[in-house]
């Protein structure tokens, strides 16, 4: 168990439609990560937020947005969803000091679009 | 040129095999590297940590970095069933905020 929570674990929803991910990152770690995973494909960074400031973005679409609030959890808002949204999403969180950590991930949120 | 590039298989290999894997990089200001493991449809899990040229031992598991070749390493020895999985390569830097990921190498190990 890496400590990252990830709700809810599948989502199953219809073109056109939004949806909001949520992650709780490991108890003290600052930094939260999103990314995305298609099949097959291999993980594409979204977007970071530290202590609940944007830090760095990848290539999130525009119909995508995220926030981390005050008690460091964080939710990846999807929206105008398309079949090619279908994806694994994952949540990481690392610590941050003095020097770079490692990132620990969630299970993820399993969404499709039908 | 990519930032990363690695070997995206699949590598099968029988129960008890050593396995090498392996990631190439381009940017010189990483200075942090990892392995992680991912089972099907799954987290990735963080495997080995180092931040130094040179082999880390973890078990049956050893990270070998080599900065002025811009190579990384990953050697199973006695390989189980249960090391089927993709592993990724991951890297940062000192001042960058996130982890540059490879794509992934799919093993399987047969018994």
């Known amino acids: 168990d890496s400590g990252v929570t990830q709700t809810p674990k599948h989502l199953i929803t219809a073109t056109g439609q939004r949806v909001t991910l949520r992650c709780s990152p490991r108890s003290g770690d600052l930094s939260v990560y999103w990314y995305q995973q298609s099949l097959d494909q291999g993980l594409q960074f979204l977007i970071q937020y530290y202590n609940g400031e944007e830090r760095a973005k990848g290539n999130i679409l525009e119909r995508f947005s995220a926030q981390q609030f005050p008690d460091l959890h964080s939710e990846l808002n999807l929206s105008s969803l398309e079949l090619g949204d279908s994806a694994l999403y994952f949540c990481?969180?690392?610590?941050?000091?003095?020097?770079?950590?490692?990132?620990?991930f969630g299970q993820g949120t399993r969404l499709t679009v039908v | 040129q990519k930032e990363v590039e690695q070997d995206p298989g699949p590598l099968s290999v029988p129960e008890g095999a050593i396995v090498s894997l392996n990631c190439t990089y381009s940017n010189s200001a990483f200075q942090y590297f990892m392995w992680y493991r991912q089972y099907s449809r799954k987290g990735p899990e963080l495997l080995m940590y180092t931040y130094s040229s040179g082999n880390k031992e973890d078990g049956r598991f050893t990270a070998q970095v080599d900065k002025s070749s811009k190579y990384i390493s990953l050697f199973i020895r006695d390989s189980q069933p249960s090391d089927s999985a993709t592993y990724l390569c991951a890297f940062r830097d000192n001042y960058g905020q996130n982890f540059v990921f490879g794509p992934g190498t799919r093993l399987s190990v047969l018994p």
């Open positions: 990481a969180s690392s610590a941050q000091g003095g020097r770079p950590t490692e990132a620990f």
